[in-house]
């Protein structure tokens, strides 16, 4: 078993929560790195959106909320830009802030659209689907049919394909999983003892998982419509994860594209279809992608529409076996792969960036940038056994978003 029970993620003497900070913030950092000194000057943009709701119709707390949002956010770009600089790159070479499309019923995230400007029409407002796929559209945001077809609570978007030469596939939600502890997965953290009251890595507690709570009027993940996948969840033994909606769109768009690959009947030209999210139920307006979906969406060829740095509460891919040999499971393996070593190439990228600009870290997170460092180029660092090292980087950040926070506080906690 590859579960490693200790406080910090990268160190038994570091500290966990600081552990996510730094790990978060170097993928953010080599992410933004690796997009504006892209070799295709079409795309050396790096771009995070954050909502912004009409200041006129929201409740006092409401806005006090939202304005230090909008600081929040500006402060930690201008760090973000701040570290960039103080590493070589040009002052126009830059993270730009913008805002997310103003949300409608069904509003869509688009995979692949990321690499457009982001003054193109079609980046953040892709043309209607039509045929077979309109009509699953209308079902996934039509209010009398909505809550029947998945996850319909905070962060609900539904992954569907639109374009494919021969036909779609049926909505996807997001649902719950544990994750494999099996050797081919790598090395996985727990900390010494998970909270009292869920699995690590759930959302909410064990009790919001099946029951509403009266005392906060809250309904659990089930009356919102969570698929839970496999056996119940158990305290210090597993750690919950979530594949959200655009995860498996792309998977799906990789399936048909390999399986047509390999068809003696092969269709050329051939269009797999385009990935898409939904915005669904009544508590889901964000119309960006979390940091977690848009690296696995880059990694894959589908650059996202818009990168928010909200949540990505214990983000996960899908798990193939380890030797897959049906068509489904050779497409998840593919895609892992690529998510896995653009993983590799973002975190080295943004420790690099790091070690260089040592002044632009908060002292209290040194500890866990030098623990980082180890952890990858020390004498026993992943780097050293290069055929698992991808996955190891991978692993870093899955470990990472279980420790749930916003990936805008984490950077703004690191950097000065």
């Known amino acids: 078993m590859s579960l490693v029970k200790q406080q910090g993620i990268l160190s038994p003497d570091t500290r966990y929560e600081r552990d996510s900070d730094v790990i ?11 997009r504006l000194t ?49 590493t070589g790159l040009k002052p126009e070479q830059k993270v730009e802030l913008g805002t997310t499309p103003i949300w409608t019923t069904g509003g869509r995230i688009t995979g692949g659209s990321g690499d457009k400007s982001p003054a193109d029409a079609y980046r953040y407002n892709p043309p209607m689907p039509e045929g077979y796929a309109a009509k699953l559209f209308e079902l996934a945001t039509h209010p009398a049919t909505a809550g029947q077809l998945g996850y319909q609570g905070r962060g609900a978007y539904t992954g569907f394909i639109d374009g494919r030469t021969d036909g779609q596939t049926g909505l996807m939600s997001t649902f719950q999983h544990t994750v494999p502890f099996d050797d081919a997965y790598g090395r996985r953290w727990h900390p010494p003892e998970a909270p009292p009251d869920k699995t690590w890595g759930m959302i909410l507690t064990t009790d919001m998982q099946d029951h509403a709570d009266p005392d906060e009027k809250k309904q659990g993940l089930k009356q919102w419509g969570m698929h839970f996948e496999g056996p119940t969840p158990q305290r210090n033994r597993d750690i919950c994860a979530y594949t959200h909606g655009m ?19 092969k ?15 009544k508590q889901t307006t964000k119309l960006a992608s979390c940091f977690p979906c848009s690296i696995f ?36 393996q593919a895609c892992n792969a690529q998510w896995q070593a653009y993983c590799k190439s973002i975190l080295d ?10 002044a632009q870290v908060n002292a209290d997170w040194t500890a866990s940038v030098a623990a980082l460092d ?14 698992t090292a991808a996955q190891a980087y991978a692993n870093l950040i899955l470990d990472a978003v279980t420790v749930h926070d916003s990936e805008v506080k984490r950077v703004n906690r690191t950097l000065k």
């Open 38 to 86: 892209n070799a295709d000057v079409n795309k050396r943009h790096a771009r995070i959106d954050f909502e912004v709701q009409d200041a006129q119709k929201l409740p006092t707390k409401e806005l006090r909320e939202q304005t230090e949002n909008v600081a929040l956010h500006i402060s930690t770009i201008e760090k973000l830009n701040q570290l960039l600089h103080a």
């Open 247 to 265: 995860i498996q769109a792309i998977y799906d768009v990789h399936v048909h594209q390999l399986a047509n690959d390999t068809s003696p009947n």
């Open 374 to 387: 180890l952890y990858l180029n020390g004498p026993r660092g992943v780097n050293k056994t290069p055929a």
């Open 349 to 358: 990228a943004g420790l690099q960036c790091l070690k260089k600009a040592p």
């Open 267 to 281: 269709k050329t030209p051939y269009n797999p279809g385009t990935p898409y999210e939904i915005a669904v139920g």
């Open 297 to 332: 969406m880059e990694a894959t060829g589908h650059a996202a529409s818009s990168t928010h740095l909200g949540r990505g509460e214990s983000w996960s891919p899908l798990y193939p076996p380890a030797n897959p040999t049906t068509t489904q499971h050779k497409a998840w």
């Open 24 to 34: 978060m913030t170097a993928a953010i950092i080599g992410w933004a790195w690796s």
